[in-house]
Structures are given as structure tokens and as C-alpha cells.
């Protein structure tokens, strides 16, 4: 409130002297009203003014001869050594502010002209040399654009690329184009056989030792049984189930542990496995019957066919003498 | 004398091979009631194929009588435990022979006790 009041009293000192100059102007009728504006002091703003006055020390030891003194007034200061002059009209802008802020008015002046010049020094720079910088800014921008669409292209061509070969290849040249115009990432790299089951693919590391030892083997466990972390969260525990068999892999496959290569005229047609037999009599027709209900029979295997064949042979060969004697 | 009652000692704990899981593993049987049951699954598990061929056999109206009475014999022969009527749907965890509900293998006590706790996945107490 003191600050306020110190403001006050200053400013209609300002006013009555810049009255006692002459001729109101609209400039000068702006510049009376920045000067009779109160300024509200806040906590906020003694820290800021506090940081300021530290900074316009600084810029006090940077610059030199700033003939501010005896000049709370308006009037226009005198240039430094070798700077551009200052529009006077912002240098009676300035003026006025520093003399409507509460603090030291030399100091804020001389740093609100300092901020002026280093701006008039920008906007010079920026006259002369803005043409190169931007044409070289906007090379670069052409440079980066490149990838972001590169990428898109390259998740759309994947995609595509991936309905084709599981559907119909409707379109190859086009996908082929698409790869040559990438560059790089639309074929290059391992499959990840999600989708489609894994192709066998012979090992291309040829293993000097043919058999790792035991010591080996006791030290992989070793080795995974201390790395093994437990799992932290949801995801990792299904991981973990699914490698020790708790959990079954999805996509679910039904003929998982059931890999029977054989076709159906294996299952069905089983007459030739009946060779031994005698061709008459009652053993011929129950061994018949009995090949009639294996070959409707989808759970077994051809290979425990064949062996239920088998020892129903064998043990009809041990009973021949029984036979016999009927 | 003593040895033997030892190694029957251990045999009842029946240990369960080491692997690599590391959760906790049950390695006793509840009671030898319930170990003994096992061994009848397991022997009825192996004998399973020549029973049921032997009785293709006996169950037959087209073979000669003394051929399937020959094969009766035969199946007789086969050690008792081989038969799958002697094998009783335990409890799992109780051992308890009756009150066994077949979907769950426990009892009805311990099917109670573990669907009370919210144990049981998808088991509701009944209300209508």
C-alpha cells in the first residue's frame, strides 16, 4: 500500500511535468494514461521485480553509459555507443512505464530500452537472413515427413499384404510396388507364424557337439531356475502356464499330441491286414466284424489297429490246436 | 522285520517324481485306502486292451463254445486288480467313497466347504 501510494504521488509529478511541456498529442494522452495506471503490488510480483532488478544489475554491468540520471522526465535519452536508434516513441512508451512501476525508475528504464534494442536486433537478424533459414527449415520438415507417411504406408501394406497371402494373391504387383517404394520393411524380416502354423525350418546353427552333456543341461536349469523371475502381472502368469502345458495355446488347435499322418483309406480299408486268417469259417467272420467296427472307430490310431489285427492273430495261432480238435 | 515295516512306511508316502514346477506338490496320498484304489487304476490302465479283446472274444455267438471257455479262463487268470469294477470314484481330496459328485471328483462335504468360499468357479447356492 505504501508502494501505491509512493506511485501516486509520483505520477501526478509525472503528469504535471509532461503537462507543463506542451501540446497534448494522442501519444501523449496514451503516455498519460500508462502513467496514471495504478499498479497493483503483490507478493508475487516484489519476488519478480526482485529477480528483475538483480537482471537489470546484470544488464547494468553489461551495457554501457546509459545516461539515464536526472532524467525522470520525458525526453529522449541519448543512444549508446554504436547501437541502432531506438523508435522515440517507444522510448517515451518505456519511459513512462518505468515511471509508473513503483521500483527504482533508472533502472527500469534503462532495462525496458535494453529489451527494446536486443528486440529491434532480432527482427534485423531476422530480415536479413529469414530466407535461408527457412528454406532450410522446411528441407528438413520435407525430410521428416517422409517417415510418419512411410509408416502408415508400411502397416497398410503389411495388413494388405497379409490378407492377400491368406486369402487369394488378387493383386501381387501392386504389393510388390508398394515394398519397392518402402524401402525396406515390408518383407524383410522373420515371420511370426500367428496365424499360420510354423513351417518346420532346418536349424542353420550347425551344433559341433552332437549331444549336450549333463553338466549343460544341469546348468541351463540352473541358469533359468535363477533368472526365472515370478510373474507380475496377469499376462505373464498365462505365459507361464501355457509353457508348462496348464494352459492351452490359443488359437486352439484340436489336434494337438495327435499327429496321425495317415489317410482314411488306412482307417477304413483294413481287409489287407486280414491275410492271415483262414479265408472261411467262423474266425474269418468274426475277424471281419471285427475289422468292420474298427474301421468305424475315430479314436484309434491306424497303428493300434493294425496291432489289435495283430494279436488277435497271435492268439487265434496259440489256439490252433484247440481249433483243430473242433 | 523293522526294515520291511519301514519301506511299507514309505511306500505310503508315495513321493511324486521331482519337477521343475515350483509350486507346493502333494506328496502323500490321504489314506492307503486311496493309494490303493490307484494301483487298481493303473493295472485296470494296462490291461485295459487284452480284457476288452478277451471278452470280444467270450461275448460272441459266433466262435465255438470252448474257445470262449477257454478265454474266460484266460480272463480270470488276469490279476485281480485289472478289472475296472473295482475301482471307486474317490473323493479327491477326502478319499471319502460315497457322496461323490462325478464332475468335480470331491464330496459333498468338500464341495460344500470350498463352494461356500467362492472356491468354486461358476457354483452358485441354489435360490428360485
Same mark, same amino acid.
Given at each position: 500500500?505504501?508502494?501505491?501510494?509512493?506511485?501516486?504521488?509520483?505520477?501526478?509529478?509525472?503528469?504535471?511535468?509532461?503537462?507543463?511541456?506542451?501540446?497534448?498529442?494522442? /501519444?501523449?494522452?496514451?503516455?498519460?494514461?500508462?502513467?496514471?495506471?495504478?499498479?497493483?503490488?503483490?507478493? /508475487?510480483?516484489?519476488?519478480?521485480?526482485l529477480?528483475?532488478?538483480?537482471?537489470?544489475?546484470q544488464?547494468?554491468?553489461?551495457?554501457?553509459?546509459?545516461?539515464?540520471?536526472?532524467?525522470?522526465?520525458?525526453?529522449?535519452?541519448?543512444?549508446?555507443?554504436?547501437?541502432?536508434?531506438?523508435?522515440?516513441?517507444?522510448?517515451?512508451?518505456?519511459?513512462?512505464?518505468?515511471?509508473?512501476?513503483?521500483?527504482?525508475?533508472?533502472?527500469?528504464?534503462?532495462?525496458?530500452?535494453?529489451?527494446?534494442?536486443?528486440?529491434?536486433?532480432?527482427?534485423?537478424?531476422?530480415?536479413?537472413?529469414?530466407?535461408?533459414?527457412?528454406?532450410?527449415?522446411?528441407?528438413?520438415?520435407?525430410i521428416?515427413r517422409?517417415?510418419?507417411a512411410?509408416?502408415?504406408?508400411?502397416?497398410?501394406?503389411?495388413?494388405?499384404?497379409?490378407?492377400?497371402?491368406?486369402?487369394?494373391?488378387?493383386?501381387?504387383?501392386?504389393?510388390?510396388?508398394?515394398?519397392m517404394d518402402?524401402?525396406r520393411?515390408?518383407?524383410?524380416?522373420?515371420?511370426?507364424?500367428?496365424?499360420?502354423?510354423a513351417?518346420?525350418?532346418?536349424?542353420?546353427?550347425?551344433?559341433?557337439?552332437?549331444?549336450?552333456?549333463?553338466?549343460?543341461?544341469?546348468?541351463?536349469?540352473?541358469?533359468?531356475?535363477v533368472?526365472?523371475?515370478?510373474?507380475?502381472n496377469?499376462f505373464?502368469?498365462?505365459?507361464?502356464?501355457t509353457?508348462?502345458?496348464?494352459l492351452?495355446?490359443?488359437?486352439?488347435?484340436?489336434?494337438?499330441?495327435?499327429?496321425?499322418d495317415?489317410?482314411?483309406?488306412?482307417?477304413?480299408?483294413?481287409?489287407?491286414?486280414?491275410?492271415?486268417?483262414?479265408?472261411?469259417?467262423?474266425?474269418?467272420?468274426?475277424?471281419?466284424?471285427?475289422?468292420?467296427g474298427?474301421?468305424?472307430?475315430?479314436?484309434?490310431?491306424?497303428?493300434?489297429?493294425?496291432?489289435?489285427?495283430?494279436?488277435?492273430?497271435?492268439?487265434?495261432?496259440?489256439k490252433?490246436?484247440?481249433?483243430?480238435e473242433? | 522285520?523293522?526294515?520291511?515295516?519301514?519301506c511299507?512306511?514309505?511306500?505310503?508316502?508315495r513321493?511324486?517324481?521331482?519337477?521343475?514346477?515350483?509350486?507346493?506338490?502333494?506328496s502323500y496320498y490321504?489314506?492307503?485306502?486311496?493309494?490303493?484304489?490307484?494301483?487298481?487304476?493303473?493295472t485296470?490302465y494296462e490291461?485295459?486292451?487284452?480284457?476288452?479283446?478277451?471278452?470280444?472274444?467270450?461275448?460272441?455267438?459266433?466262435?465255438?463254445?470252448?474257445?470262449?471257455?477257454?478265454?474266460?479262463?484266460?480272463i480270470?487268470?488276469?490279476p485281480?486288480d485289472?478289472?475296472?469294477?473295482?475301482?471307486?470314484?474317490?473323493?479327491?481330496?477326502?478319499?471319502?467313497?460315497?457322496?461323490?459328485?462325478?464332475?468335480?471328483?470331491?464330496?459333498?462335504?468338500?464341495?460344500?466347504?470350498f463352494?461356500?468360499?467362492?472356491?468354486?468357479?461358476?457354483?452358485?447356492?441354489?435360490?428360485?
Amino acid at each position: 500500500k505504501d508502494k501505491s501510494a509512493a506511485s501516486k504521488d509520483s505520477t501526478p509529478e509525472g503528469a504535471a511535468k509532461r503537462q507543463e511541456h506542451g501540446a497534448e498529442t494522442p /501519444k501523449q494522452q496514451l503516455l498519460d494514461i500508462i502513467g496514471s495506471m495504478k499498479v497493483e503490488v503483490s507478493y /508475487k510480483k516484489k519476488l519478480q521485480q526482485l529477480k528483475a532488478s538483480e537482471k537489470k544489475k546484470q544488464a547494468m554491468n553489461k551495457l554501457e553509459g546509459l545516461d539515464s540520471e536526472g532524467s525522470v522526465t520525458q525526453g529522449i535519452p541519448e543512444d549508446t555507443q554504436g547501437v541502432k536508434p531506438l523508435n522515440p516513441e517507444l522510448v517515451k512508451a518505456a519511459s513512462a512505464v518505468a515511471s509508473s512501476l513503483p521500483h527504482n525508475k533508472k533502472q527500469t528504464e534503462s532495462e525496458l530500452l535494453a529489451q527494446l534494442r536486443r528486440h529491434e536486433e532480432t527482427t534485423d537478424k531476422q530480415k536479413k537472413g529469414g530466407t535461408i533459414d527457412l528454406r532450410n527449415v522446411i528441407s528438413e520438415m520435407t525430410i521428416k515427413r517422409q517417415s510418419p507417411a512411410q509408416r502408415s504406408a508400411r502397416i497398410s501394406g503389411r495388413i494388405s499384404l497379409q490378407l492377400d497371402e491368406d486369402g487369394q494373391r488378387i493383386r501381387p504387383e501392386r504389393s510388390s510396388a508398394q515394398s519397392m517404394d518402402s524401402r525396406r520393411s515390408l518383407k524383410v524380416g522373420k515371420r511370426l507364424n500367428i496365424f499360420t502354423k510354423a513351417s518346420t525350418e532346418p536349424e542353420h546353427a550347425l551344433k559341433t557337439v552332437s549331444s549336450p552333456t549333463i553338466w549343460d543341461l544341469e546348468f541351463a536349469k540352473e541358469v533359468a531356475a535363477v533368472t526365472a523371475q515370478p510373474p507380475r502381472n496377469g499376462f505373464e502368469e498365462m505365459i507361464q502356464w501355457t509353457k508348462e502345458g496348464i494352459l492351452w495355446e490359443f488359437p486352439i488347435d484340436n489336434e494337438v499330441g495327435m499327429e496321425d499322418d495317415a489317410e482314411f483309406h488306412e482307417h477304413i480299408f483294413l481287409d489287407k491286414h486280414l491275410e492271415g486268417f483262414p479265408k472261411t469259417g467262423p474266425i474269418r467272420h468274426f475277424m471281419e466284424l471285427v475289422i468292420c467296427g474298427l474301421s468305424k472307430n475315430p479314436y484309434l490310431s491306424v497303428k493300434q489297429k493294425v496291432e489289435h489285427i495283430e494279436w488277435f492273430q497271435k492268439y487265434f495261432e496259440e489256439k490252433k490246436e484247440l481249433l483243430q480238435e473242433i | 522285520m523293522a526294515a520291511a515295516a519301514l519301506c511299507w512306511a514309505l511306500r505310503a508316502a508315495r513321493q511324486v517324481l521331482p519337477s521343475p514346477c515350483p509350486r507346493q506338490v502333494r506328496s502323500y496320498y490321504v489314506d492307503w485306502r486311496m493309494l490303493r484304489d490307484v494301483k487298481r487304476r493303473k493295472t485296470a490302465y494296462e490291461y485295459a486292451d487284452e480284457r476288452l479283446r478277451i471278452n470280444a472274444i467270450r461275448k460272441n455267438s459266433i466262435l465255438p463254445k470252448e474257445l470262449q471257455e477257454v478265454a474266460d479262463k484266460e480272463i480270470a487268470a488276469l490279476p485281480r486288480d485289472s478289472c475296472p469294477v473295482r475301482i471307486r470314484n474317490r473323493c479327491v481330496l477326502s478319499s471319502r467313497p460315497r457322496g461323490v459328485k462325478r464332475r468335480w471328483r470331491l464330496s459333498r462335504i468338500v464341495f460344500r466347504h470350498f463352494a461356500d468360499h467362492a472356491q468354486m468357479s461358476g457354483v452358485q447356492r441354489a435360490m428360485w
